[in-house]
Every structure is written in C-alpha cells, then in structure tokens.
C-alpha cells in the first residue's frame, strides 16, 4: 500500500515536471524560430533596400547621361539623312564620323555602368593585376581628342613612362574618364591636366582643370556623397551624378578621394591608394607593399 502511494506521488510530481520541461523546450524552440524568422526579415528588407536603392540609382544615371547624347544622335541622323537626300557626300562622311564618335561614347558609358552594376553587389572581388599607367593615361587621351578638341581644351598627361599600377584596371579607367570627363564638360579654352606622383605619402592621382569650378552648395553635396559611399545613399537631387560613380568605383577599390575647387577656379580630384611600382626597381615600404613609384 505504501508503495502504491510512492508510486502514485512520483507520478503526480514527473508527470507537471515533465509537462513543463516539455513547455519550457517548446518555449525556446520557438522563441529560437521567432529570433531566426526576424533576421531573415530584416535580411530580406535590406536586400529589398539594396535593390531598390540601386535600382534607383541606374535609372538616374541613365536618365542624365544618356539623355543628351541619343538627342545629340536624334538630330545628327536627320542632318545626315538630309545631306544624303542633296548628295552632299562630305556633310554625309562627317556626319557619320560624329555619329560614330557618340556611338562610341555611349557604348563606353554602358560598359561603365553595368560593371558599376556588378561592382555594387557584397561579394564582388574586383581582379587585380599590375598594368602601365601611361598605356592607360594615352587610351584616356585618345578617347578624350576629339571632345577636348570641341571645348577648346588641351588634355596633358603628366605620368612617368615607367609606372605600372596594381589594380582593376577597368575600375580605375571608368573613374579616370569620368573626372576627366567632368573636368572637360566644364571648361573652356583651358588645360586639362592628369597627373601621376608620389610623395611621403605613396602614390598621388589628380585630375584637374582650371574651369568654371563647384559653387559651394554643390561641392558640399559632393563631399557628402563621398563621405558615404554605400549603395543605399540616397543620390542628391540635382548634384552632379558623375560623381556618384565615381565616389562608389573609388569605394571599390578601397581609395581615398579628396576635392577643391571654387567658382572661376577650376577643380582638382585627387586619389590615393594605390599600388605602383616601377618593374625594374621596385621600392618596398615598411609594411612590405611595394607602394612608392620610383624610377631608375
């Protein structure tokens, strides 16, 4: 009898024992798939920014830059159709070269923006690899001809011969075109100048003219936007969209940019950061990274 109650109370005592250990897992497991279902929610709502924000910059960047040269081409290919018509066979070739040359620039914008496109997503590894800087500065002046031609612009590449660089090539050429295309679009009758040096400091890229120069409202908005170069950043409304390129390529690839200007002045756009060395003798620095550009 008296077992029978000892039996009778271990069970009337494991039985709510059990049934709260039971609830007590139950609890946590959920509370654990609660936790879990919030990050992927706050996972998803960021991926969802990210794609709305980049989104939102695509469209902008196509909108101003593509704009004005499909109009440029719009009229070119009615004069071009009309001297065709007359048989003005001279206005009809220089018409088709200028037709050639925005056909040209446009490609290269594409180009610019769908590798912008893949530079923004969190796993892009941008390949790496050593290359001559002036070969690179020389197809920059070679593109540029014709447009620095047109503002009465002289573009002078001030590089030694020797220096390669230690990048992405394609990043660092869609950020050089697009400041010299700045430096460009804003001067008239000037210099254009694309300048290579070391200091204490390693490595020094500028690109500067002596243009019309930034009033201050819009060089605070650049500054701004290079003080925060994530995707989502909101694009500035009416600020100067080569800019946000050109913040998020240099962002890439882990450089610094810095910039002065004032009005009537000009502007000067200077990038640090990089990797050079010169093949023949290259200088180490005290981490080991071959980073001063010197020459024999």
Known sequence: MILQWIC???????????????????????????????????????????????????????????????????????????????????????????????????HAFVKEVNLWARSQHENFQPAQYSFSFIELARELQQFFEDMILLNRNTLIIDSPEDVFVYTNREILKAILRNLIDNANKHTRGGVVKLTFASDEN????????????????????????????????????????????????VHTLGYSMSLASSPGAGTSVSIRGLVCHSPFVPTLHSTGVISICQSE
């Open 8 to 106: 009778v109370m271990i069970l009337a005592t494991a039985l709510p024992l059990g049934l709260f250990l039971w609830l007590r897992n139950r609890y946590f497991r959920l509370h654990l798939a609660k936790i879990a279902l919030e990050r992927q929610v706050d996972d998803l709502s960021q991926k969802l920014e990210y794609s709305n924000g980049l989104k939102h910059k695509i469209t902008m960047m196509i909108a101003h830059d593509l704009q004005s040269p499909l109009h440029f081409l719009n009229v070119l290919s009615d004069h071009v159709s009309r001297f065709a018509a007359n048989n003005q066979l001279s206005e009809v070739r220089a018409g088709t070269e200028e037709i050639k040359k925005a056909t040209g620039n446009i």
């Open 202 to 249: 390693g490595p020094l890229l500028t690109v500067s003219d002596n243009g019309s120069g930034i009033q201050p409202g819009e060089l605070q908005k650049i500054r701004r936007r290079l003080s925060n170069p994530v995707v989502n950043a909101p694009v500035e409304p009416n600020s100067r969209l080569g800019y946000q390129l050109i913040a998020d390529f």
